[in-house]
């Protein structure tokens, strides 16, 4: 019998006839722990999928409290005590790329941003074929200190193909230099083409940039911002960004000036695509979460609990901005 044989056999055996790992090793003639590893397999190479399915009644009441104030679908990755930031932002990485395999599939478009986040994601995606499928890039990369292309495209590349889909690149900075050249460069075809898969999107997924933090978001870490741009951002009131669009804490974006120079889909431009998956971890990342939930780019968030937490007890401050504030 050849690997792949005791690929399928272990596995029909384990989640369709529910037998026990001792039985299916007896039955293959290996150990047990070859059985475990067969299984590890199948769930990496996606013959096996593992769905979860909550409903409001089987949600946690943390996660029913968030969807209920922000008007959102909320899955909320429980995490031990004591963990590291990189362990929070790895096991909501994990469950965004199961969520992903489910929500995708064939004559769908998908929009990807990029960052430390989505990075992360995109090392546990779960491979699953499509067909007519296609994935975009959301927002530019290069900067000018290092073109960023090489990054970026990988990421993106590895989304596609993970599921079998077409590619769109970007190739435009973070930040055009002035608001001129980006509307300019707007009217040119071939960013006009991808622009337009853009809007065409059924899904997109995408982080929360945060401006400080014990794990700094890629977009003020990396060099896409001068200095004066950060104190710039700082005296606007700044506390994060979506897809390289700054929001303020009240979720308030069209009047600041360094978005008229930025690439990413603001907003407005995000609320029209039907599913926006938000995955987020870490304490840095609650201020700009809550502006972002307040601009009304999210419908689908999966944080982990800690972050959650915080989320919640910010959203009970009364000197904190309503969710009205912003006119969706």
């Avoid at 055009?176 to 460069?185: G, L």
Wanted: glycine residues 6%.
């Amino acid at each position: 019998m050849s690997d792949d044989d005791d690929l399928l056999t272990a596995s029909t055996m384990y989640y369709l006839q529910d037998l026990k790992m001792d039985a299916i090793a007896a039955h293959l003639h290996i150990s047990r722990s070859s059985v475990s590893r067969l299984l590890k397999r199948a769930r990496e190479e996606g013959l096996v999928e593992i769905t979860l399915r909550p409903t409001p009644s089987l949600s946690s009441e943390l996660a029913r409290e968030i969807a209920a104030t922000y008007g959102i679908e909320c899955q909320i990755v429980p995490v031990p005590d004591g963990v590291t930031g990189e362990e929070r932002l790895d096991q909501v990485a994990r469950t965004t790329a199961h969520l992903l395999a489910g929500w995708f599939d064939s004559d769908m478009v998908l929009g990807v941003a990029w960052g430390t986040t989505l990075s992360a994601i995109a090392r546990h995606l779960v491979r699953k074929p499509t067909r007519g499928s296609a994935v975009v890039q959301l927002n530019g990369a290069a900067n000018n200190r290092t073109f960023g292309v090489d990054y970026v495209s990988d990421l993106v590349s590895g989304f596609a193909r993970a599921f079998d889909a077409a590619v769109h690149l970007f190739p435009v900075p973070a930040f055009f230099d002035y608001a001129d050249t980006r509307r300019a460069m707007w009217r040119e075809r071939s960013v006009a083409r991808v622009l337009d898969v853009q809007r065409r999107a059924d899904m997109v997924l995408f982080s929360i940039g945060a401006i400080a933090g014990d794990l700094p978001s890629h977009v003020y870490a990396a060099g896409y911002l001068d200095p004066d741009d950060i104190t710039a951002l700082g005296d606007e009131g700044v506390v994060g960004d979506v897809c390289t669009v700054f929001l303020r804490a009240d979720g308030t974006y069209r009047d600041l000036a360094l978005n008229e120079r930025a690439t990413g889909p603001t907003p407005d431009e995000l609320r029209r695509i039907p599913r926006r998956v938000c995955a987020v971890a870490g304490d840095a990342k609650v201020v700009p979460l809550r502006a972002a939930l307040l601009a009304g780019v999210v419908t689908h968030l999966i944080t982990d609990e800690l972050t959650a937490k915080a989320l919640r007890e910010l959203g009970r401050d009364p000197l904190a901005p309503r969710a009205t504030s912003i006119p969706h």
